[in-house]
Every structure is written in structure tokens, then in C-alpha cells.
């Protein structure tokens, strides 16, 4: 069938809810996509910050293969092998005392709402408790991520949403000062916030609401479901900030392609108990046997090393594109999670690069998002720089 034949079958049987880029993909190599007519694509999207060890990885696809002859799903009413192994590695990579393994990374945000409510009823009784959120934030689609998603587009079709929600500004201390009252049980934010349009926190806000948590014992939730991984320069952003939260999200890059994500806490957030919470799929053998290998990989193949360096080589060449095209006003990000902003539509840049064989995605209507795979060299650098010129030099015409 032809590239058109299957993106007409599938319009035709799923629901529109994406506008779909019009290629057909079909397999991976690398950190190379092709679609069903052969075209190569270097890929600086990674299926959203999720591949991060690229694509077809031998010791990653073995250890999968191994898990499905083994064992692929028992529930959660028995132990596993993997889920014993991916435990503690995620556990020792996080810093975190208890890991509770989710299928998505809206429902590790599920888990760490519950976590901060459960938290304070345990020590009020009470069931009024309140969370502070981030303006331009993202944390899924469910109601409950929706909730403390800080986009009012997003939301309004939905309403009535969770109670209690209430949004600050990112970066600016005072106006989450202003809403932290006796009621609160959270503060919850995006170390970098990804979909929002790739804005670094700074230091000073990160160990300001760590005291204001501190101050008032609230929780603060750190969501790390895009920036952690290793992809903003540290295992997990808060460590490069040394700013430790009392739960964590992880979900994208923590299973590279397989869907798993996690809620993470240290022993004082840990109240959850048999009753509270489940899933009948969650860090199943065959997502852990993912998760467990990602685990090992990140270490063998030293992957927050490359990621350290070779984002200076990337945001250097980054910052020559401000200089040289009109088009382009600045660039914001950390390590390999960076945002080009134009004073253009992002997703013209991104349908001119597709043309080139470049994947890019937006992030907002203004930025384009760069979030390779983890294990580019500057080879991949290069070419995706000129690749990123034509289209930019297209853009301008
Ligand atoms: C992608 C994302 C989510 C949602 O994760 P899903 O796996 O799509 O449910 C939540 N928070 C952040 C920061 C994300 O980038």
C-alpha cells in the first residue's frame, strides 16, 4: 500500500483527535526513522523525549525478546523477577525511597495527587486539601492531570475538573508565596517545563518553594516525566539543581519505548497503603524487563556523560542559527531539552525540515523543540545543523 492508502485507512477508523504529520513510519535504525517509501529521517524528537538510547538497540531488543518467552504479565497480586531488578535501579538512580510503577506518565501524576492528599488527611483528617500548580504547565490528559495541567484551552470542555487546583506563576516565588495557605497539601511543577514551551526553573525558585514546602510541611511533587532520564544533563533534573522533591515523576524515557512511567517518594511520602492504589498492568515483567535494561544501558553506554557533552557542541551551534537567521530569536533549554524560539509558526519550520529528513516537534506555538535521542555524536549534530539551515533558510523566503 502506498504512504496515502494508510494514512486513509487509519482516518477512517480512528478517532481525529491528532493532526498527523503525513508520513508513514516504519521502522527505526539508530537514531534514523524511515518511512514506508524508503526515506530516511534523522530524528531530534525521539517519539517525545522517549528513545532515548535511539532506535533497535541490540541489548535492549534481546533483553525484551528474553522477557516474552519468559513471562510477559501476571498482575500485581504475585512478585516478579523484574519488577524486584527495576525497582532498585530506579530507586538508586532517583535518590527515592519507594517506587510505584504506572503505565503512562498521567497516571504516575495520578499516584503523586493522591500521594499529596493522602499525606495531609493523614495528618488533618480532613478533606479540603488544596494544590498549587504552574501556569503553562503539562501533566496529561486525565482528569486528574488535567486538573493540574495550567492551560485553560486544555481544560474548558471538561469542566467540572478536580477541586482544590490553584496556578502560579513559574519562576516567580512570591506568587506562589501568595497561595500557599493552611489548606495546602502540594506544590507541583515541571523542573523544565516541557509541552509549555521548554523554560528552565532557576535555582533560586527551585530552593525557594523547597523551603516554603519546608516551612509549611507540604510536599513538593517534581515532574520529571520529560526533563528527567538523564536528559537535561543529571539522571534526574533535580539533582542538577540540588533541589530534592518529596515525590517524582517519571514516565517517557524511563522504559524507551516501552509505556511505563513511575511515582516515586522518599519514606515520609510514602502513605500510600494496600487499598489505596493499583493497576493491573503497572510495572508488569515485561515493562520492569524494559526498564531494568534502560537502566543498565544508561550506565554501560554512559549516556548523561554524552549528554553533557555534546549538549555544548549542540547549544553552541544553537546559538550561531540566533545570529544568523532573522527568524530566529533566541534559543532556552538544558542539556538535550532545548527550544528554538522563532517569530514564525513553529510547525513551519517543522514541515520544511520533514522535507529535508529532519523530525522536529513544537513545543507551543513559537518554539521548536529539540529532544534527541541521548546518544547522538556531533556527526548527528552537523547534520542535523544543516538540515536545520536549509529549512530555516526555506522559512525566511
Ligand atoms: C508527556 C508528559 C506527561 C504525560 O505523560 P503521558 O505518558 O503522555 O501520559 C506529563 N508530564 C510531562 C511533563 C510530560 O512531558
Known sequence: MSMNNYMEQAEQYLLHTYNRYQIVLEKGEGVYLYDTNGKKYLDFAAGIAVNALGYSNEEYKTALK???????HTSNLYYNVPMAEASKKLAKASGFDRV?????????????????????????GKTDH??????????????????????????????????????????????????????????L???????????????????????????????LIFDEIQCGMGRCGS??????????????????ALGCGVPVGAFVMSQKAAVLVPGDHGTTYGGNPFACAAVSKVFDLYESENIVE???????????????LVEKFD??????????????????????LVLKAM???????????????????????????????????????????
Open 66 to 72: 528474553n522477557q516474552i518467552d519468559l513471562l510477559m
Open 100 to 124: 510505584f510503577f504506572t503505565n503512562s506518565g498521567t497516571e504516575a501524576i495520578e499516584g503523586a495527587i493522591k500521594t499529596a492528599r493522602k499525606y495531609a488527611f493523614n495528618k488533618d
Open 130 to 187: 488544596e494544590i498549587i500548580a504552574m501556569k503553562h504547565s503539562f501533566h496529561g490528559r486525565s482528569l486528574g492531570a488535567l486538573s493540574v495541567t495550567g492551560n485553560p484551552h486544555y481544560q474548558e470542555a471538561f469542566k467540572p475538573l478536580i477541586g482544590g487546583i490553584s496556578f502560579a506563576d513559574f519562576n516567580d516565588l512570591d506568587s506562589v508565596k501568595a497561595l500557599v495557605n493552611e489548606k495546602t497539601c502540594a506544590i
Open 189 to 219: 511543577l515541571e523542573p523544565i517545563q516541557g509541552e509549555g514551551g521548554i523554560y528552565p526553573a532557576t535555582k533560586e525558585f527551585m530552593e525557594g518553594v523547597r523551603k516554603l514546602c519546608d516551612a509549611h510541611d507540604i510536599l
Open 235 to 252: 539522571m534526574f533534573a533535580w539533582q542538577g539543581y540540588g533541589v530534592k522533591p518529596d515525590v517524582m515523576t517519571c514516565a517517557k
Open 306 to 320: 554524552n549528554v553533557n557533552k555534546i549538549s555544548v557542541y549542540l547549544n553552541d551551534k544553537l546559538d550561531s
Open 327 to 348: 527568524c530566529v530569536e533566541g534559543r532556552r533549554g538544558k542539556g538535550l531539552m532545548q527550544g528554538l524560539i522563532l517569530n514564525k509558526p513553529a510547525n513551519d
Open 355 to 397: 522535507e529535508q529528513g529532519l523530525i522536529l516537534i513544537t513545543a507551543g506555538t513559537n518554539v521548536v523543540r529539540i529532544v534527541p535521542p541521548l546518544v547522538i555524536t556531533k556527526e548527528h549534530v552537523n547534520e542535523m545543523i544543516e538540515k536545520l539551515e536549509k529549512s530555516l533558510a526555506g522559512l525566511q523566503e
